[in-house]
């Protein structure tokens, strides 16, 4: 018993070394590392070889592929591929259902996108949509930060998924991660749109600090910043960094099938190189440079690279330690006490996801509680019967749905959503506070139907 409460005292000290102590995550959880290996009673000699051990195993996996994603997404959002790929889908579907509209919006744009970045991208389009349909923007904010907030928990290459992917052992199967999450984070994302649909035909006057007419007044902000572009990419280059990849990895995990269903060729061989998640993702980035325009498109991708880069590095440093917390608890006396525990319980998925709903609402960052939990959860999947492919899969999931439950004051994104569509905190609690608690229980009942079919 008292190495579990150890471990809540180590949960217990991130959510405050991060939230009371304003600690940056990566120092959190290296110090929780340390501090686990003295505690549990590892060697003093072996414990700072665990975690360097573990923090540059899960990087030597993982960190190239972050760092490319990352770099693919600040490349889009410069270059007003954001802005292609919402008129495209507005083209496709029309105005005939508002909320959905723009759901699919956020779904799409936020699998390369940070769901933050993507938000404050699409704000002025969501306004200019809500006075063209006439429509509640409290309605149509809810249905845009869901579908974005959907696919940045559950899909790769967003950089939260992956890192628990490689946590958990997957980094050479993402394309069976991203086929489970793009159908999981499609359920959430339409959870989130059912919930927006409650505030459709409300008055805004009474849910927004400004009055609607005032911020519908800026609808031309969409038009300037459509200009600020300059000539907007077609949609096929719009859209190309981010599908080819993922087809990419999903047919090299198809031709990796032990049935062999594309053969042992030329063919085998070609997608068994390029459907490796690095290779994959330089094939985005190389599309994604047909975006560059102007005369010095050279300094331009310097620029991106580097940006791409600094945005990269407190999520590599995050995952890092994330890691070495992982490793030290599995050399310790921990894994065999709790496995032996857990067993007889039969909580299976539920454990990742309670654990990351916890970690989320206490401090905040989706990113943190997925790293922090897949790294937690890794060694115990045979006692918690999740130790298959299939298993692993869905316990990213599982982990995934948690760390949306829920958002509000100490996430970054709940304030980029409430004060870019100037709501009432109380309403912002209301909306999109309770959206994505909604969304994370939608998530985690499809896992565990999944899981009931697939395991």
């Not at 409290?138 to 890192?163: D, N, R």
């Not at 994302?189 to 009055?211: I, K, S, V």
């Not at 980029?416 to 959206?435: C, D, N, P």
Request: proline share 4%.
């Amino acid at each position: 018993m008292s190495l579990v409460l150890i471990l809540l005292a180590l949960v217990a000290f991130i959510v405050l070394a991060t939230t009371w102590l304003k600690l940056h995550p990566f120092l959190a959880l290296l110090l929780a590392a340390l501090l686990a290996g003295f505690a549990y009673g590892l060697p003093s000699a072996d414990i700072l070889k665990t975690v360097a051990t573990g923090f540059g195993g899960i990087l030597g996996y993982i960190g190239i592929v972050i760092v490319l994603g990352t770099i693919i997404g600040v490349i889009l959002e410069r270059s007003g591929a954001a802005i292609t790929m919402a008129e495209s889908v507005i083209r496709l579907l029309g105005e005939r259902f508002p909320t959905l509209t723009l759901t699919i919006i956020g779904y799409l744009v936020s699998i390369p996108v940070f769901c933050d970045s993507g938000y404050v991208i699409l704000n002025s389009l969501k306004n200019a949509l809500a006075a063209r349909m006439k429509v509640s923007v409290v309605a149509m904010s809810v249905a845009l930060a869901t579908g974005l907030y959907a696919t940045h928990t559950f899909v790769p290459p967003t950089p939260g998924p992956i890192a628990a992917a490689g946590n958990l052992g997957l980094e050479q199967n993402l394309g069976l991660v991203i086929g489970v999450g793009l159908l999981v984070a499609l359920v959430t994302a339409l959870a989130g749109m059912l919930w927006a649909n409650r505030f459709l035909r409300q008055d805004d006057a009474e849910l927004l600090e400004e009055a609607p007419s005032e911020l519908l007044a800026k609808n031309e902000d969409f038009e300037t910043l459509k200009r600020s572009y300059g000539q907007l990419p077609g949609a096929w280059q719009a859209f190309a960094p981010i599908f080819v990849p993922i087809a990419l990895i999903c047919l090299g995990s198809i031709a990796a099938f032990p049935t062999r269903p594309l053969g042992d060729g030329l063919l085998f061989t070609l997608l068994g190189f390029l459907g490796q998640p690095v290779a994959a993702l330089l094939v985005g980035l190389a599309l994604a440079c047909t975006l560059l325009k102007g005369e010095n498109k050279r300094q331009q991708f310097h620029d991106h690279i580097a940006d791409g880069i600094v945005a990269a590095a407190p999520i590599l440093l995050i995952t890092g330690a994330g890691g070495a917390f992982g490793a030290v608890l599995k050399a310790s006396p921990l894994t065999d006490y709790l496995g032996q525990s857990l067993s007889t319980l039969g909580i299976g998925l539920f454990m990742p996801f309670l654990v990351a709903a916890a970690l989320k609402t206490a401090q905040g960052s989706s990113t943190v509680s997925l790293v922090t939990t897949s790294a937690m959860v890794a060694p115990l999947l045979p006692s918690l019967g999740l130790d298959s492919e299939m298993g692993r899969v869905l316990t990213v999931m599982a982990i995934g749905a948690g760390a949306m439950t829920v958002s509000h004051a100490n996430d970054s994104y709940f304030w980029v959503v409430s004060q870019f569509s100037r709501m009432k905190v109380a309403t912002a609690y209301r909306a999109q506070t309770l959206a994505t608690l909604i969304q994370g229980i939608a998530g985690m009942i499809t896992v565990w139907v999944l899981g009931l079919i697939l395991l």
